[in-house]
């Protein structure tokens, strides 16, 4: 499946950060996330989304707040993630 391609992305990148593509559409996966809850997940006809899932996958690289998910729930709590690491290494 589409969630099980972009979750083996994920950890299998030095980045953390994987996408999956299929007739199913195009999922972006954080390894730090539940498999089953992708941060976004579009129809292959969302075409008008493409460039908002590469900028957001770029976002999770360079631990930038995400511009725009579906579901906000995730994404607080993916850049809560993304300040609890960067104190965590300003304090080293």
Not at 51 to 62: E, T
Not at 68 to 90: G, H, M, Q, R
Request: proline share 3%.
């Amino acid at each position: 499946s589409v969630l099980e391609l972009a979750h083996n992305a994920s950890l299998n990148s030095r980045l953390g950060v994987g996408v999956g593509i299929s007739k199913e559409g195009i999922v972006l996966q954080h390894e730090k996330l539940d498999k089953a809850a992708p941060l976004f997940k579009i129809k292959l006809y969302q075409t008008e989304l493409f460039r908002k899932i590469g900028a957001n996958a770029a976002r999770l690289v360079k631990k930038m707040p995400l511009s725009k998910a579906p579901d906000a729930k995730t994404v607080v709590s993916i850049n809560k993630l993304f300040k609890e690491e960067k104190d965590k290494y300003a304090k080293n």
